[in-house]
């Protein structure tokens, strides 16, 4: 069982408010990924880390914003969800492998 | 472009029988290439790495094949359980960053009936 945790597991939250969906680590790995899935879909990388203060945007353009502040906490951002936003997101870390360990996810409903 | 083919795009099974699953990449320069499962409502777990150099690798009812040659992979599953019904899917670790770049491919979603 790999040890990355995602909460919530399930929100449903009005159009226009601000969300966080949490991510954090104990492996001490430095690269961290979002995806975001949509229902019977491929994984699509929306943001990705190498470290602390380090941030980059994935090939599919996301309203999301993330941080990195500490090694072991990744989360992600929308300050104003829409209806658009409803998808499963979630979380990844790698370390010196190729290995991506995910979280459970977080599935996000936006009515 | 870099890309992951998966085939086919879901498949149906009886519990017991055998299935394989086709994955076709043209991620250049090629690092490794994982299957990853991945159950309904959860994120991936990886089942199986391949590196250029290896051909065949098993991991329980599971074995992957590699052919580096043609960037085909396939991942047979033996006699086939209820609880194999997930989606599979193949990854693709380019060396062409220091962070090796995973490629994701579409998946395949495997139903196993009893």
């Known amino acids: 069982e790999a040890d990355i945790y995602q909460t919530p597991r399930y929100l449903v939250i009005g159009t226009g408010k601000k969300i966080t969906l949490e991510c954090s680590q104990t492996?001490?790995?430095?690269?961290m990924y979002w995806y975001q899935q949509d229902p019977g879909m491929e994984l699509h990388l929306i943001h990705y880390?190498?470290?602390?203060?380090?941030?980059e945007k994935g090939d599919l353009s996301s309203e999301s914003t993330v941080s990195r502040i500490r090694t072991e906490h990744f989360p992600l951002t929308l300050e104003s969800a829409r209806p658009s936003h409803t998808s499963q997101y979630l979380c990844?870390?790698?370390?010196?492998?190729?290995?991506?360990?995910f979280g459970q996810g977080t599935r996000l409903t936006v009515v | 472009k870099n890309q992951v083919e998966q085939s086919p795009q879901s498949l149906i099974i009886l519990e017991g029988k055998n299935c394989t699953l086709q994955?076709?990449?043209?991620?250049?320069?090629?690092?490794?290439l994982r299957w990853y499962k991945q159950d309904t409502g959860r994120g991936p777990v990886s089942l199986t790495i391949?590196?250029?150099?290896?051909n065949t690798k098993s991991n329980g009812r599971y074995t992957a094949t590699l052919d580096a040659d043609t960037k085909q992979s396939s991942l047979h599953i033996t006699a086939s359980q209820l609880s194999d019904s997930a989606s599979y899917i193949c990854?693709?670790?380019?060396?062409?960053?220091?962070?090796?770049?995973?490629?994701f491919g579409r998946g395949t979603q495997l139903t196993v009936w009893p």
């Open positions: 990854v693709v670790s380019d060396r062409g960053s220091t962070l090796g770049r995973l490629y």
């Open positions: 994955c076709n990449y043209t991620v250049s320069p090629f690092s490794n």
């Open positions: 391949m590196t250029f150099s290896e």
């Open positions: 492996m001490g790995h430095d690269k």
């Open positions: 990844a870390s790698s370390g010196s492998g190729d290995e991506a360990f």
């Open positions: 880390s190498y470290g602390v203060n380090s941030t």
